[in-house]
């Protein structure tokens, strides 16, 4: 789907991403948080603390994209 701010992302995508590239900070790459993203690929997912909860945050639906919305 796309809106006037861009494509709404996946929250699947997002998931699988942070799954498996969490600690690289693939999954905020995708959703647009460049400058975090940077964060958790210099310290390993800030410090492995972070990734562990975005990935719960993106699995029950609280997870935001760059522009403050939901991923779908």
Do not use: E
Not at 27 to 38: C, E, L, M
């Amino acid at each position: 789907m796309i809106n006037a701010y861009g494509p709404l992302k996946s929250r699947l995508v997002a998931a699988l991403l942070c799954f498996f590239f969490g600690v690289l900070g693939a999954h905020r790459f995708y959703v647009g948080k460049i400058g975090t993203g940077f964060l958790w690929l210099f310290t390993a997912g800030f410090f492995g603390i972070g990734w562990i909860i975005d990935l719960i945050l993106i699995i029950v639906g609280g997870f935001r994209d760059k522009a403050g919305r939901f991923l779908v």
